[in-house]
């Protein structure tokens, strides 16, 4: 079993920055694959970005690319989302996520996770 929980969210204003952490513990860090998800009032969760074992590869969803940065550190089990020009349609509740693979292939959905954070809410005000 992978525990994995999720650092505080917060509210912010549209355009400003906020930085989530998700913490794991239970098994070896660095033999998961570990992702962000989110989910907005009334609609499905969905993929935000994901990061490969050891950090090498990133891969994120359309919509927060180039504002978004993920990263990890193997060291302290955490991994890392750093959330820059945050608009109000980022508001959801965030997910980290850990599927068991040391490959560097992206894991884009759901299905492919084998751990679960509770979650963690962000509202951007606009």
């Known amino acids: 079993q992978v525990q994995l929980v999720e650092s505080e969210g917060g509210l912010v204003q549209a355009g400003g920055s906020l930085r989530l952490s998700c913490a794991a513990s239970?098994?070896?860090?660095?033999?998961?694959?570990m992702g962000w998800f989110r989910q907005a009032p009334g609609k499905e969760r969905e993929f935000v970005t994901g990061i490969s074992w050891n950090g090498g590869s990133t891969y994120y969803a359309d919509s927060v690319k180039g504002r978004f940065t993920i990263s990890r550190d193997n060291a302290k089990n955490t991994v890392y989302l750093q959330m820059n020009s945050l608009k109000p349609e980022d508001t959801a509740v965030y997910y980290c996520a850990a599927r068991y693979y040391t490959g560097s292939n992206s894991r884009r959905t759901i299905n492919e996770y084998d751990y679960w954070g509770q979650g963690t809410r962000v509202t951007v005000s606009s």
């Open positions: 239970g098994r070896t860090f660095s033999n998961y694959f």
